[in-house]
């Protein structure tokens, strides 16, 4: 079966950097769409960004407009890891983090949790000011 397991988290300070990973087994996950989540205390779920393989090396990123500029998403497909890089961390930053695979393989933007169907437990970021 499936599993995603996130890594990475931590305290930091504003300013800091973070990379978070995302170890996926029990499927293909080369091809796959997949996406970080957060969620702060007491609030929703919000999407973060997502990779979708666009054809042979090709993949496209996309991002939340409160992250963009600040946060990365890879992946290293020999490994099965994709990575959200996190740097200039800011206190509203602090939330844990998700990641989550889709069966499609689709290159869009993906920023809808439904599209989802496999996620980790999550990890916790925390950023002090």
């Known amino acids: 079966q499936v599993q995603l397991v996130e890594s990475g988290g931590g305290l930091v300070q504003a300013g800091d950097s973070l990379r978070l990973s995302c170890a996926a087994s029990g499927g293909t996950f080369s091809t796959a769409a997949m996406g970080w989540f957060r969620q702060a205390p007491g609030k929703e779920r919000e999407y973060v960004g997502n990779?979708?393989?666009?054809?042979?090396?090709?993949?496209?990123?996309y991002y939340a407009d409160s992250v963009k500029g600040r946060f990365t998403i890879s992946k290293d497909n020999a490994k099965n890891i994709m990575y959200l890089q996190m740097n200039s961390l800011r206190p509203e930053d602090t939330a844990v983090y998700y990641c989550?695979?889709?069966?499609?393989?689709?290159?869009?933007?993906?920023?809808?949790?439904?599209?989802?169907?496999?996620w980790g437990q999550g990890t916790q970021v925390t950023v002090s000011s």
């Open positions: 989550a695979a889709a069966q499609i393989s689709g290159y869009s933007r993906l920023s809808n949790e439904k599209a989802y169907d496999y």
């Open positions: 990779i979708g393989w666009g054809g042979g090396a090709i993949y496209y990123t």
